[in-house]
Each structure stands twice: as structure tokens, then as C-alpha cells.
């Protein structure tokens, strides 16, 4: 009879005792989700993290991925909440973490490199048609672009860059080539006023001083004979600077 009364109920009453394990499985696994009054409980729902979104992100549909990333924040688990919130940062609009957690440090951007300088430092025109690049004069071509300026005005470099020769007594004058590895290409100053104080393999930065305006070596009034010679040195290719120069004026 007591085998009959165990298979005469129905499956699933109190008389099965399998029903009676899992209800026992079912009690404990409830009360382990309980919550620990004595625990503070993180954050469950979006009120507490403030999650904005732009009209334009909710247009893609973007709100959807922001409230999985959301919860996924109001995991206590550590793991879980970077994971998070490496998802959120790809989510426009999104404006908070999980509180206390630091901001993670974005790469510094690059500095920008500086820009190039006119080389004469005041006013200066670049006279008649016979002081351009490529015009001939006296069984040469002019290589360079002259600049005309007061006695005394100041040269800068150009750029960031390193000496590559400095001298005198020559038809060019008191001279300095200054080599611009950032843009592969050497700059030439002639006739200036006197030696410069800078030594082949000094450092130059974009803007200091390099000399003065003069009219030394073969010379007809004050000028400064400038020069873009492509690659290290004066023997590289020369090209026309007048374009250059107007750039950098304007700049």
C-alpha cells in the first residue's frame, strides 16, 4: 500500500521526495540571492548612473547599447565593470562610471611641430624681377630668392634644425646653411652682416636668431640671398623659395 499511495499521487507533491530535494535546492539558491542588509548594494538601474544620450546616438539605436552597458556597470564584479567601461566609451553620450572609479587616462596628444618662420624678422620686399630664382646673371642662374631688408634686421631660422655650415670671406659673404631633417631639405643664408655665432652641428629652433641683414661677399646693396636646397647640405637641389616664403609670410 505504501508503494500504491507513492504512485497513486500525482508527480511533484509533497510524497515525492524529489520534489522535496529540489524544493530544498530551489529555498537555498533563493536565499543566496538575497541581498546582505549589512552590504551597501552597488547601483541596478540607470537613475543612479545618469546615462545621457544625444537625439542623434538614440537615431542609431544607440540607447540599446548604453542600457547593456549600463547594467553591466552595476556589476560588483571588477572585471565585469572594466569591461563595461570600455564599452561605454565607445557609446556617445554616456557621462558616468561606476562611482569611485577613476577616469582612465586617455593618450596625450601629439605635439604639433612648430611652424615655419619667415626668415627675416621685419619688413622686407623682394625687389625687381632680377632678384628671382633662376635668372641669369654673369654666366650663372641665380639660385636663390633675394630679400631685402634694412641693415642690421634680423634672420631666423626657418625651422627646428642643425647647422651644417658656417663661414665667410667668399663671395657669399658671412653665410650659414642650416639642415630641416623633419622636411629633408637645407636652408641658405648669404651676405649677412656679420660671422654668425653658431658652429656646424649646433641646434637651431624655429625662430632664433641667426644673424643680421648685411651686404657682404659680392653684394649689391643690403639684402639676404636665401636659398631651399633639397637634402642635407649646399649641394642638393636647388628649388624656387619665393613660394615658400609668401606661405610663411602669410602664416
Known sequence: ????????????????????????????????????????????????L???????????????????????LAAPDTAQRAGAERL???VPGVTDRWPGTPRRSRPAPRPQPPRLRFPVRGRADYGQAIARFGVA?????????????????????????VVVEAGGGDAR???????DRRHRRTYVYFHMQS???????DRVRAGQRVGRVGCTGR?????????????RGADGEPRDPLPLLKRWRSG
Open 1 to 48: 500500500m505504501r508503494a500504491a499511495n507513492r504512485s497513486a499521487g500525482p508527480r511533484g507533491t509533497d510524497c515525492d521526495p524529489r520534489h522535496t530535494h529540489r524544493t530544498h535546492v530551489r529555498l537555498a539558491l533563493t536565499a543566496e540571492r538575497r541581498p546582505d542588509p549589512r552590504r551597501p548594494q552597488p547601483p541596478t538601474s540607470l537613475s543612479i
Open 50 to 72: 545618469r546615462i545621457t544620450l544625444p537625439a542623434r546616438a538614440a537615431a542609431l539605436a544607440i540607447p540599446i547599447t548604453a542600457t547593456a552597458a549600463a547594467v553591466a
Open 88 to 90: 561605454v566609451d565607445h
Open 137 to 161: 646673371r654673369g654666366g650663372h642662374t641665380h639660385g636663390g630668392q633675394d630679400v631685402f631688408a634694412a641693415p642690421g634686421t634680423p634672420l631666423v631660422a626657418v625651422s627646428d634644425g
Open 173 to 179: 659673404g658671412n653665410h650659414v646653411l642650416l639642415y
Open 195 to 201: 660671422p654668425t655665432r653658431l658652429e656646424p652641428g
Open 219 to 231: 653684394c649689391t646693396g643690403p639684402h639676404l640671398h636665401f636659398e631651399v636646397r633639397e637634402g
